[in-house]
């Protein structure tokens, strides 16, 4: 970020050649700043209703129902290619990287999973892809709410694209230290809701009997809390998730990938790295909430074996002091 100006200055040069309206011969326009204060600072978040931002900006109800609406989606047109890109073969690698250096989980492409963003008596999923610095790398919002996490990620573009291995992953790699097991796939890691993959690992189910099977369980819990982490900042910080959300069903996905994209932004142009907040004040009803655990273990043979080898590995070569025992 340019020394001297803001993080608000940055986006408004960002979103506001795409807000800007001209004034006419019977009224002034709402300036661009103005627009995206409305949006960013009061709606986004602070999770004020319309009615409330009307009354404070002295303008028309439908105005800001307008006005969010518009700079949401201006905000998502004008960042994603920078701050949430598609990410490439090479963005892959560097992303495995840093979740073996800072997570002590080799090969990892991400951590996924999906939360419920509440709209009055239904809800729609947030499915995301997460990396070891807690920013969203892939998200997909929109299904129903009566969808499990499984059923949302077989559904997706990003499911189909895992499935049909069109996401445009590393090849096999050594694991550190570990070349007589060979060359191993990338892999997701999730929580029990979602299937077991050969590029998506999750926990053994249930209570796992075995001791290596419960320190795998116990291994993949620490890399898949990124996601978690990830949920728990975008909440705090956007407390437009702290209720049910005051918008038109038209409008919520907008408003959604808006505040994902601005984590992104805000993280990468902030000094320094917070711990990760609490999801919600204690006793305040969240529209961010965790989806039912209905998955299936419908596993091949091949995915069951790639997990199995990560066992293998975090008994041995791939020990660290603060696992468990086995």
């Not at 020394?3 to 807000?19: C, E, K, Y």
């Not at 995206?36 to 602070?46: D, E, H, N, S």
């Not at 895992?162 to 990338?186: K, M």
């Not at 419908?298 to 997990?307: D, H, L, P, T």
């Amino acid at each position: 970020m340019k020394s001297g100006l803001t993080q608000f200055d940055v986006l408004l040069w960002r979103v506001g050649p795409l807000i800007c309206k001209e004034n006419t011969r019977f009224r002034r326009a709402i300036s661009p700043g103005e627009r995206l204060a409305i949006c960013y600072r009061k709606f986004l978040a602070t999770g004020d209703s319309y009615r409330s931002i009307a009354f404070s900006y002295r303008i028309g109800h439908s105005t800001v129902a307008g006005i969010v609406a518009e700079v949401s989606k201006a905000i998502w047109d004008s960042m994603v290619e920078d701050y949430m890109p598609v990410p490439s073969t090479e963005d892959w690698r560097d992303i495995a990287a840093e979740f073996y250096h800072r997570w002590n989980f080799p090969n990892c492409l991400g951590s996924i999973d999906g939360k419920h963003v509440y709209k009055g008596t239904f809800s729609i999923v947030l499915l995301a892809v997460v990396d070891a610095r807690y920013c969203f790398r892939i998200i997909d919002v929109g299904s129903y709410g009566k969808s499990s996490d499984g059923g949302t990620l077989a559904n997706c573009p990003f499911g189909n694209a895992l499935r049909s291995g069109t996401l445009g992953l590393p090849e096999d790699t050594l694991l550190p230290g570990a070349e007589h097991l060979g060359p191993q796939p990338h892999v997701f890691v999730a929580d029990e809701a979602f299937p077991l993959h050969r590029n998506l690992m999750r926990p053994f189910p249930g209570t796992a009997t075995l001791p290596r099977h419960r320190m795998f369980n116990y291994r993949l819990s620490q890399a898949r809390l990124t996601v978690e982490n990830a949920f728990g900042i975008l909440a705090a910080q956007w407390r437009m998730y702290w209720r049910v959300i005051g918008v038109s069903p038209d409008h919520v996905e907008a408003c959604v990938k808006a505040t994902c994209v601005l984590h992104n932004f805000l993280r990468r142009t902030t000094g320094s790295v917070r711990n990760p907040p609490t999801l919600a004040v204690e006793g305040e009803a969240s529209a961010l909430q965790n989806i039912s655990r209905a998955g299936s273990n419908n596993a091949s043979r091949e995915a069951m074996r790639v997990r199995e080898t990560l066992v293998d590995y975090f008994c041995a070569e791939g020990a660290v002091p603060w696992q468990p025992q086995v």
